[in-house]
């Protein structure tokens, strides 16, 4: 059976190899929530080590009183993230990741484009949500979080998180109807998706 | 215009359907049922059940490279290594004997004063029964 978090944050206050089994086991979480804020694989790489050396270095102040290792790890990853934000509003950049559209156009690559621009409108107006509710929808699609778990990272309750749920679907929604996205037709079966 | 209470209630229906399809959803099951079991609600409820079924296809898991998985954690074991046993030392052994010291510190200062403020009113009470014995 796999040893559970608290005993591994335990175990690698004195040994390092049980960080390298914490890292293991979050690195593709933490990944991927910072790829889907940044838009950014470059950034989301860079961010993704800075998440797990500041983890390393403040390992010995971390006590889990109710709040679970991965809720915390969330947590430098989004106070980084927003350290992030700031830093690019001031220094604008445009990500070529963001405007690249053309990965995996498959057999049909019409079709495939018209999904892969689809994605990106999506993306771009997840992106253009305030920060907690991107948060929020990664928690709950990436990693399939429960309330109660998407609640301890974010400091909510439960019935707070599933009210923002409600209020992030039809905020999303106006977002897109704003930008001309209508999601008639464009649905697809999950294994056509790219 | 519909009673607030009611709407207060739709409001609350909602957010439980919407919870009950991202479980759905998240199981691979088949959200179709929401609908036909809350035709009141379907000009409201549809395009949200719409767009979070998108969103499921659209926000899928992505992955890092193995070159930066490697690399990172390579990096991050070397300097645990590193910073590990100076940490542990630092929590333990080296802490302890000066959280020791200080409470020490503390405790002898108290002491101190206190003899000291003993010994003034001594000598106050011995000052004022000499002066009345002159007198």
């Keep these: ?194 | 215009m519909k009673d607030p209470r009611i709407l207060l209630a739709e409001e609350a229906l909602l957010q439980d359907i919407l919870e009950a399809q991202a479980g759905t959803l998240a199981e691979g099951g088949d959200d179709a049922l929401y609908l036909r079991l809350f035709p009141h609600l379907q000009a409201r409820l549809a395009p949200l059940l719409s767009l979070a079924r998108y969103l499921q296809q659209v926000l899928v898991p992505v992955h890092p490279s193995a070159q930066f998985r490697e690399h990172l954690r390579a990096g991050l074991l070397t300097a645990a290594h590193q910073r590990i046993p100076a940490a542990a030392a630092g929590s333990g052994a080296a802490w302890k004997p000066q959280w020791e010291w200080i409470v020490g510190a503390a405790a002898v200062g108290s002491a101190v004063s206190i003899a000291g403020v003993a010994a003034f009113l001594i000598r106050r009470a011995q000052q004022r029964a000499t002066s009345q014995d002159v007198a």
């Design chain 1, 1 to 194: 059976m796999a040893e559970d978090d608290a005993a591994l944050v335990a175990r690698a206050r004195e040994d390092p190899e049980a960080f390298g089994l914490l890292y293991e086991r979050y690195v593709d979480k933490i990944y991927a929530y910072l790829y889907y804020r940044t838009g950014s694989r470059e950034d989301a790489e860079d961010l993704t080590a800075r998440t797990f050396y500041r983890a390393l270095d403040n390992l010995h102040r971390y006590q889990e009183r109710g709040l679970p290792f991965s809720a915390w790890l969330y947590r430098i990853a989004h106070n980084l993230m927003a350290n992030w934000h700031r830093y690019n509003s001031r220094h604008p950049q445009v990500s070529l990741e963001a405007i690249r559209l053309t990965d995996h156009l498959g057999r049909d690559p019409e079709k495939a484009l018209e999904r892969n621009e689809a994605r990106e409108v999506v993306l771009e107006a997840i992106r253009s949500l305030p920060p907690d509710r991107q948060e929020l929808l990664i928690l709950k699609f990436i990693d399939q979080m429960s309330n109660e778990e998407i609640g301890r990272v974010m400091g909510r309750s439960e019935g707070a998180v599933k009210s923002l749920y409600h209020r992030t679907l039809v905020a999303l929604r106006r977002e897109l109807q704003a930008r001309g996205f209508s999601l008639l037709g464009l649905e697809k079966p999950k294994d056509t998706w790219p």
